[in-house]
């Protein structure tokens, strides 16, 4: 009997990495990716927070950086890195100029930036305000909905602060089935408010909408609230204004005091993110020196691992994680790429030769 031996095949040798080309995607080119399609990025939102919920994402602490003659102006940098099968890294930079209001332009700006896992160059640089509004708004619509599930459904939805964000977050509510039989305005800005209300009757709303005076007003008349506001430190400080335990999304972090977090439960999109830079939360573990007023993460409530109780108010605060950025950024990407409408800035990386 004769054996047959077999050669052992050559490894193929690797293909070396191409450089990447490099695209420019304006906001306009954001907008059309995202326009109407609220309910599939709300999913791809909720595939996020799973993947960083298993591990699969390095999301380290947000970059403040701040101006001793601007106290009230501040640009945060969000890095971050995204697993799973449309891995990305990132850095969303964002900044946050109160001061804008006042002559007419938006208070937030910010820029995307994509790179490749395998050598590191940047791919797509993208206009973030849209992607930064579009991922708060989904997150905050994805809270409401497994946050109400223990409960009835709230038909009645009041949103302090009357900004871009409140536009958004209203738009992905509606966008994901989300129908009110009321919906109250404030903001202490009234031409803001005038304006949000104006917004809200020509999406098509058959809700009645009302503008509060009074915030005390708005929260009791509302079983949903929505806290979108520019607050730096807590100016709901009365506990017994969410007696009747309201889903509160508490999006801007600074509003509520202690005292209402204590009497209420709380959850948050990621624990050592939010309890940072004197949130609402971060307040309380202060006050406290322990993290026991928190029931959990939003991840945990749709992994079954929490359940929000219905006789007590629910508060979701969420701190923003970079990673939603870099799924909507890179979903963003890829519409652009198969419509055919991606810019690509010829020859953007230069002297690419090692030696010369």
């Known amino acids: 009997m004769t054996s047959q031996l077999t050669t052992p095949a050559h490894p193929v040798a690797p293909e070396p990495p191409s450089v990447p080309s490099f695209a420019v995607i304006s906001g306009d080119q954001v907008r059309q990716a995202l326009e109407g399609r609220e309910k599939q990025i709300t999913e791809l939102v909720e595939a996020t927070y799973r993947l960083h919920g298993a591990g699969e994402s390095v999301n380290p602490p947000s970059y403040f950086l701040r101006f001793p003659d601007r106290p009230s102006s501040r640009i945060i940098a969000l890095p971050a890195s995204l697993g799973g099968s449309e891995g990305v890294d990132g850095i969303k930079w964002i900044s946050s100029f109160p001061d804008n209001v006042r002559s007419g332009l938006p208070r937030a700006s910010a820029v995307l930036i994509l790179n490749d896992p395998v050598t590191g160059y940047p791919f797509a640089c993208l206009e973030s305000s849209i992607i930064s509004a579009t991922r708060t708004a989904a997150s905050a619509a994805l809270a409401a909905d497994w946050l109400s599930r223990t409960r009835q459904r709230p038909t009645r939805v009041g949103f302090f602060g009357t900004g871009l964000i409140a536009r958004y977050i209203h738009t992905f509510l509606a966008g994901t089935g989300w129908v009110f039989d009321a919906i109250g305005v404030h903001d202490v800005a009234a031409d803001s408010a005038a304006g ?12 009645q909408v009302t503008l509060h005076e009074r915030p005390e007003d708005l929260i009791r008349d509302s079983d949903l609230v929505v806290f979108a506001t520019i607050a730096g430190e807590p100016h709901v400080t009365d506990p017994a204004l969410f007696k009747h335990n309201p889903v509160v999304l508490h999006i801007s972090l600074r509003d509520l005091a202690p005292e209402v977090l204590l009497a209420s439960a709380n959850f948050v999109d990621d624990v050592e993110h939010c309890l940072k830079a004197d949130t609402s939360p971060h307040l309380v573990e202060q006050r406290t020196g322990d993290r026991d007023f928190l ?3 939003l991840n945990d409530v749709m992994l079954g691992r929490s359940a929000p109780p219905a006789d007590r108010p629910v508060i979701f605060s969420p701190f923003g994680l970079g990673v939603l950025d870099l799924a909507v950024g890179k979903y963003v990407y890829d519409q652009a790429t198969r419509s055919g409408d991606l810019r690509v800035i010829d020859h953007f990386f230069h002297d690419l030769r ?3």
């Open 196 to 207: 949000f209300r104006g917004y809200l009757e020509q999406s098509g709303t058959t809700a």
């Open 295 to 297: 029931n959990g993460t």
């Open 354 to 356: 090692r030696y010369g």
